[in-house]
């Protein structure tokens, strides 16, 4: 059982940054692929980025690639999301997930998700 929990959303400007960071639970962290998800209003959750176990691989969507950079830290059982440069299409809430097995690409499915944490980017 792995538990994730979502921090470092809040109201932000159209340029700005944001690090979103998620804690998990769990002495098996760092054997979970981890990712981000996101959900603006009346829209699917979407895919956002995935980093493999090691943190060797990642892949972002299209929509995020050179902007959001998703890093982790298996001594402190931390995945982040650093965004920058921010667009008002960003708005949403975030979620992380974790797997134990799968891809680490957009076909990454979470075993596990956290509550999420809003991002709102005013333009």
């Known amino acids: 059982q792995v538990q994730l929990v979502e921090s470092g959303g809040g109201l932000v400007q159209a340029g700005a940054s944001l690090r979103l960071s998620c804690a998990a639970s769990g002495r098996t962290f760092s054997s979970y692929n981890m990712g981000w998800f996101r959900q603006a209003p009346g829209k699917e959750r979407e895919f956002v980025a995935v980093i493999s176990w090691r943190g060797v691989s990642a892949y972002y969507t299209d929509s995020v690639k050179g902007r959001f950079t998703i890093s982790r830290d298996n001594a402190k059982n931390t995945v982040y999301l650093q965004m920058n440069s921010l667009k008002p299409e960003d708005t949403a809430v975030y979620y992380c997930?974790?797997?134990?097995?799968?891809?680490?690409?957009?076909?990454?499915?979470?075993?596990?998700w956290g509550q999420g944490t809003q991002v709102t980017v005013s333009s």
């Open positions: 997930g974790a797997a134990s097995l799968g891809v680490v690409g957009r076909g990454f499915a979470p075993d596990y």
